[in-house]
């Protein structure tokens, strides 16, 4: 079992930053794919960004060259440092882990936090 707890949320101006956080319980982010997600009120969820055990990274079009995440295996802890922030990156931020291979949908996540706040206004 694996426990996520992000942290780092809050109200900020359009184009300020913000850097969320995800803490792992265990060893994850050596072996497992870790990423990043949100949603709105009234939407879906959307995928943000992902990282594979390998480091490699994708992001999803609308974040590119705003967003950067990544990951520190010694503190078992996955960011994701927002800047040029608009209205529409608002919402709920999870983490999500699943062991190997980043799954291609996002539902086939086996592990999520709670989620954090962003506000942007």
């Known amino acids: 079992q694996v426990q996520l707890v992000e942290s780092g949320g809050g109200s900020v101006q359009a184009g300020g930053s913000l850097n969320v956080s995800c803490e792992a319980s265990r060893d994850t982010l050596s072996s497992y794919c870790m990423g990043w997600f949100r949603q709105a009120p009234g939407k879906q969820r959307e995928g943000v960004a992902t990282?594979?055990?390998?480091?490699?990274?994708t992001y999803t079009d609308s974040v590119k060259g705003r967003f950067t995440i990544s990951k520190d295996n010694a503190k078992n802890t996955l960011y994701l440092q927002m800047n040029s922030l608009r209205p529409e990156d608002a919402g709920m931020y999870y983490c999500a882990a699943d062991l190997g291979r980043c799954p291609a949908v996002p539902g086939l996540f086996a592990y999520w936090g709670q989620g954090t706040q962003v506000t942007v206004s």
């Open positions: 990282i594979e055990s390998d480091g490699s990274t």
